[in-house]
Structure formats: C-alpha cells, structure tokens
C-alpha cells in the first residue's frame, strides 16, 4: 500500500495537488512500471479473498466478495483516485475481517472453557463424596482447569481428547462400583462429547451451500492419498456467474449457489463434493478417469440447466452453465500438484467456451 501511495503522490502537478494523473494505460513513460504495479495489486487482492475465506471460512466470504469487487473497480477505471480509494477500503475491509476472525477465535475459545469448566465442577462435586475416587479425580480435574488456560485452539482440542479418555475410564470404574452420583457426571461427558462433535462438523462444512468447505476437502483430499487407491479429480466452475451477481445482486447469486449445490449433492451420492471457493466447487471420485467422466456428464444432464431464482423483486430463470477440469491422480503426486493439473484442464475448458 505504501508503494501504491507513492505513484498516487507522483503523478499529481505541483501547482494542482488534487489533479487527476493521467490512467495507467495512457501514461507511456511508466507504463511498464504501471502495467507491473496493476499485476501485482490484482494479485495481492485475489490472494487476500482467497486466504482470508481459506483462514476463516464462517467469516471469509465477505472478505473475498469485497476484494473482488474492489479489483472490478480499478479494472474498470485504473487512476490514481480511484487507486487511492482502493487502498483506503482495502485496509478497512482487512481491518473488518481480523475483528470477526477475532471474534470467531475468542467465541470458540470461551465454549471450550466453559465446557471443560462445568465438568470440572462436576468431577470436584464427586470427588469430594468418593474417598476411593478422590485422588484421581483430583488429578483429572487440575488438567481440565489447566485447559481453560491454554490459548491455543489446537492444544485445546488435543488435552480435552485426552482429558475425555481418562475421565471415561475413572467413570466406567466408579460405574462398576454401582455410585448413583456419577449419573450426573455421565451425563456432563456426553453433553461434551456431543457439543464438541456439532462443533466439529460444523466447523466442516461451507455454511452458505451445506457442502463441505476447502479444509475438509483438503483433509479428504489427503486421505484418499494416504489409502494409495485409484481416484479422481474434478473442479467445477460456473461460467458466468459474476455477471448474475451484477445484474440480480448477491441474494439472487447465493439462491443460485444453494440450488446448484443440493442437484450437485443429488447426484453425487458416493462422492465427497465440496465448495472450493466463491462459484468454484470440486469433486472426489474413486476411480480412473472414465469414472469421473461419467459423473461430469451426469452434471451436465441432470444439474446444469434452467433455475428458478426469486430476487426478491421478480422471478428470473438462468441458465446456468459450467467448464470442468478432470484429472486422475498419478499415484505420487502431492494433493497441491493434483490441483494444480486440475486447474489447467478448468483453464482450458473455460477458455474453449469463451471462444
């Protein structure tokens, strides 16, 4: 942003500090540096949407819908106002984001603590009426205070699994026992446990379409590798999407995104599908390349096509369409390599469309 302040500063006259410099495009004494400059920043912006959803997801997409907004507008008009204007909403918009990300971060952090503090509590009550249990519940309940301390969300999650462990097997030896007072404690361990897998799956999916997001694809992704079978790639791509969302705004464009993913999910019974990223979707299929093909014509057939859309103000019906990029995985490239070649065939196919 610096550097983008200083070519503001030295394109303006110095009699007329608040004249126009000339557009990037019709200034050839710089236009190389200008032409780099422009490269980079819609790089920058792009990288930004993308790793701030990929961070964050439950509060990321604003954040990669805003930097693509930004960089449309200084595509369209690239002057020097107009790049000083970006740059004051770019900071305002990561300014906007590391507070929700914040926000999101302290929230989960206080749910844990608050869990492992009710069972604490719990497991002193029963403590303190069990002389034979007294002891090891005692040590059980110091590690569960000692989580509430940690601010690592990772450290957090390993000592609760582990806490949770030894905490079951001191409750099954007491329940042996026949103590009528461990009845409370079970039932605190299963709300955990139940509150703690909602959080996980939650955290799982993409939460405007119901699929699942980037991580758990990425982990999915992985563990197809790790298993060393024959499978698949395919990413999906909606062409055109961006102008829907000019013309009928974002809540037409998200209705859209909702009905496309539950006929996608329709289809694809036995496949993990997930919301890689704004219009972008991708598909695992165990198999070869064949098996993938099957499945990219059963998109075409039964998934793209006419919708209903409601704006809000009238009913649209857009026909939507799709460019797809199908790989099978060679057996020892990385997960980052298989998308890489995944990407390039999407390209491709897109830029046939296009022609």
Same mark, same amino acid.
């Given at each position: 942003?610096?550097?983008?302040r200083?070519y503001?500063? *030295?394109?303006? /006259?110095?009699?007329d500090p608040?004249?126009?410099?000339p !557009?990037?495009?019709s200034?050839?004494?710089?236009?190389?540096?200008?032409?780099? &400059?422009?490269?980079?920043?819609r790089?920058a912006?792009l990288?930004?949407g993308?790793?701030?959803?990929?961070?964050?997801?439950?509060?990321?997409n604003?954040?990669?819908?805003?930097?693509?907004?930004l960089?449309? !507008?200084?595509?369209r008009?690239? /002057?020097?106002?107009?790049?000083?204007?970006?740059?004051? @909403?770019? @900071?305002?918009?990561l300014?906007?984001?590391a507070?929700c990300? &914040?926000?999101?971060?302290?929230e989960?952090?206080?749910?844990?603590?608050?869990?492992?503090?009710v069972?604490?509590? *719990?497991?002193?009550?029963?403590?303190?009426?069990?002389?034979?249990y007294?002891?090891?519940?005692s040590e059980?309940?110091s590690g569960m205070?000692?989580?509430?301390g940690?601010n690592?969300?990772a *450290?957090?999650?390993?000592?609760i699994?582990d806490?949770?462990?030894?905490l079951k097997?001191?409750?099954?030896?007491m329940?042996?026992?026949?103590?009528?007072s461990?009845?409370r404690?079970?039932?605190?361990?299963?709300?955990?446990?139940?509150?703690? @897998?909602?959080s996980?799956?939650?955290?799982?999916?993409?939460? &405007?379409?119901?699929?699942?997001n980037?991580r758990? =694809?990425?982990?999915r992704?992985?563990?197809?590798r790790?298993v060393a079978k024959s499978f698949?790639?395919i990413?999906?791509?909606?062409?055109d =999407?961006?102008?829907?969302?000019d013309?009928?705004?974002?809540?037409a464009?998200d209705?859209?995104?909702r009905?496309f993913?539950?006929e996608?999910r329709?289809?694809l019974?036995?496949?993990?599908?997930c919301?890689?990223?704004?219009?972008e =979707?991708?598909?695992i299929v165990?198999?070869? @390349?064949k098996?993938?093909?099957?499945?990219?014509?059963?998109?075409r057939?039964?998934?793209?096509g006419?919708?209903?859309i409601n /704006?809000?103000?009238? /009913?649209? #019906?857009?026909?939507?369409n799709?460019?797809f990029?199908?790989?099978?995985?060679?057996? #020892?490239?990385?997960g980052?390599?298989?998308?890489?070649?995944a990407?390039q065939?999407?390209y491709?196919?897109k830029?046939?469309?296009?022609?």
């Amino acid at each position: 942003m610096i550097s983008l302040r200083r070519y503001i500063d *030295a394109h303006r /006259t110095d009699n007329d500090p608040k004249s126009a410099a000339p !557009t990037l495009s019709s200034d050839t004494k710089a236009g190389s540096n200008e032409s780099a &400059l422009l490269t980079a920043l819609r790089a920058a912006l792009l990288a930004m949407g993308e790793w701030g959803q990929h961070a964050v997801p439950s509060v990321g997409n604003r954040l990669k819908r805003k930097m693509a907004e930004l960089l449309d !507008t200084l595509e369209r008009s690239p /002057t020097p106002s107009v790049l000083g204007k970006v740059s004051e @909403q770019v @900071q305002s918009e990561l300014s906007h984001w590391a507070e929700c990300a &914040l926000q999101h971060g302290n929230e989960n952090e206080r749910e844990i603590k608050k869990i492992m503090s009710v069972v604490a509590e *719990a497991a002193a009550t029963i403590a303190t009426k069990d002389e034979k249990y007294s002891r090891e519940l005692s040590e059980l309940m110091s590690g569960m205070q000692a989580i509430t301390g940690l601010n690592d969300i990772a *450290a957090m999650r390993r000592s609760i699994i582990d806490t949770a462990t030894l905490l079951k097997s001191c409750v099954e030896k007491m329940m042996e026992d026949g103590r009528t007072s461990t009845s409370r404690l079970t039932a605190e361990v299963d709300e955990y446990r139940s509150r703690l @897998q909602v959080s996980e799956q939650t955290a799982a999916l993409d939460p &405007l379409t119901g699929l699942g997001n980037r991580r758990d =694809f990425e982990k999915r992704l992985e563990s197809k590798r790790r298993v060393a079978k024959s499978f698949s790639l395919i990413l999906i791509d909606l062409n055109d =999407f961006k102008s829907m969302n000019d013309r009928y705004g974002h809540l037409a464009g998200d209705d859209l995104l909702r009905q496309f993913a539950t006929e996608l999910r329709g289809q694809l019974t036995v496949d993990a599908a997930c919301r890689w990223g704004g219009d972008e =979707f991708a598909v695992i299929v165990a198999g070869g @390349q064949k098996a993938a093909m099957e499945r990219v014509d059963r998109i075409r057939r039964w998934v793209l096509g006419e919708y209903k859309i409601n /704006t809000g103000v009238e /009913t649209i #019906k857009p026909v939507l369409n799709a460019s797809f990029g199908v790989v099978q995985w060679d057996g #020892k490239e990385s997960g980052t390599e298989l998308v890489a070649r995944a990407d390039q065939g999407l390209y491709l196919d897109k830029k046939s469309a296009r022609n």
